[in-house]
């Protein structure tokens, strides 16, 4: 590590936080126009209490949720099983081309990279604003990490991957595709991820369940992501091979899901 990045600590960033907290803003919106509500006569006062307390309740319990979900998926514990999962599946020999799409601040494309010896790991993302507006946090954070010469982080996005076909060995998408919006890009975001892999190559992607329990912890949230069931049709109609899919059972439920491009 560089003398400059000694002590400094990396920064993932609290993915898609905004959402929720913006759910903690309505539920203080209704717990405001219940409260306005209890000062006045009925049947106003009943008015407001009716809005104002389902509201407020539904608001504080999503955006609270989210501490499961940043315990579950975001925290230093979490991130190591996580992607060490990840890697092991992908059984990394040190020397492979991986393509890590939609890599935000750079999580899973440095925990990769560290397991490459003449390898490198390119991370793609379009940079939206759900984690991170550039790429510079995620090249801020592989300095830190000490694979500075092994990654790199640029725009790109999945419905149209600026690469050759057959250029990767491996391609990850951590917790991408559920913000791909529709079927049919979906299914595109498949076909570009199918055209970069090289024959042989594999695909690894991780995605929160939609499970009953989600819906428990998210309440309507839990439309944001998707079924087991979802992904490995997904992935079987883009042509891949020997999938192989992992449910980590937790609240919520994660799954792994690792196939190949056929050698042909
Ligand atoms: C939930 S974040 C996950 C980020 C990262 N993989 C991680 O595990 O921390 C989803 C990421 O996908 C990116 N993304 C969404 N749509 C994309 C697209 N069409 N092409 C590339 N990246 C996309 C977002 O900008 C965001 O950084």
């Not at 898609?16 to 803003?25: N, R, S």
Request: hydrophobic share 45%; proline share 5%.
């Amino acid at each position: 590590m560089a003398e400059e990045n000694k002590g400094k600590k990396p920064n993932y960033g609290y993915t898609a936080v905004k959402y929720f907290a913006y759910m903690g803003v309505i539920g203080f919106i209704g717990l405001c126009v219940a409260l306005i509500g209890s000062f006045l006569t009925p049947p106003l006062s009943t008015l407001l209490m009716l809005i104002g307390i389902p509201v407020a309740f539904v608001g504080f319990w999503i955006a609270v949720s989210y501490v499961v979900l940043y315990n579950s998926l975001f925290k230093r514990e979490a991130q190591e099983k996580l992607w060490g999962e990840i890697t092991k599946l992908s059984k990394i020999r040190g020397d492979e081309k991986i393509l890590d799409v939609g890599c935000g601040m750079g999580r899973a494309s440095i925990r990769l990279a560290k397991q490459l010896t003449t390898g490198k790991v390119t991370g793609i993302d379009i940079y939206g604003g759900v984690s991170g507006t550039s790429p510079e946090p995620a090249r801020r954070n592989a300095k830190i990490e000490g694979v500075a010469d092994r990654v790199e982080f640029k725009y790109g996005n999945v419905l149209d991957i600026p690469f050759k076909d057959n250029t990767f060995d491996v391609v990850n998408a951590s917790s991408v595709l559920h913000e791909i919006h529709g079927l049919e890009n979906q299914q595109k975001a498949m076909q570009e991820i199918y055209r970069v892999l090289k024959p042989g190559g594999k695909f690894v992607t991780l995605e929160i369940l939609r499970a009953p329990k989600l819906f428990f912890l998210m309440l309507f949230f839990g439309f944001v992501w998707s079924p087991k069931e979802h992904w490995t049709n997904l992935i079987k109609q883009t042509g891949l091979e020997n999938l192989r899919a992992f449910v980590l059972k937790a609240l919520p439920d994660i799954g792994i899901f690792v196939a190949e491009k056929p050698r042909k």
